[in-house]
């Protein structure tokens, strides 16, 4: 089955840095994007940002000059290097991966992975 392994994690202080790393394993298609979501408490999942396999990429406007997202299509491994990180950053990220279209608004093939814990604080 497919699997999403996230890593990277953890507390930093304003204005730092941290990279997470998400590796896809099991039966994925070669044409897909995969991407990183947040959830913040008391807040819905917004997507922060995304990327297909042919390099396309997409990112919030709240993250964009500070955030890069990256991959490596041979190992379905993709990055979300994160710099001058603020404290509206905290929050759970998830690594997602989808492909075959959707039906009725949803992804036919859409996977998470088990969400990691970013906190940005003083």
């Known amino acids: 089955q497919v699997q999403l392994v996230e890593s990277g994690g953890g507390l930093v202080q304003p204005g730092g840095s941290l990279r997470l790393s998400c590796a896809a394993s099991g039966s994925i298609f070669s044409s897909n994007t995969m991407g990183w979501y947040r959830q913040a408490p008391g807040k819905q999942r917004e997507l922060v940002a995304a990327?297909?396999?042919?390099?396309?990429?997409n990112y919030a406007d709240s993250v964009k000059g500070r955030f890069a997202i990256s991959r490596v299509n041979a190992n379905n491994t993709v990055f979300l290097q994160m710099n001058s990180l603020k404290p509206e950053d905290t929050a759970v990220y998830y690594c997602?991966?989808?492909?075959?279209?959707?039906?009725?608004?949803?992804?036919?093939?859409?996977?998470w992975g088990q969400g990691t814990q970013v906190t940005v604080s003083s």
């Open positions: 990327i297909t396999s042919g390099g396309i990429t």
């Open positions: 997602n991966a989808n492909w075959g279209g959707t039906v009725d608004g949803r992804w036919r093939y859409n996977y």
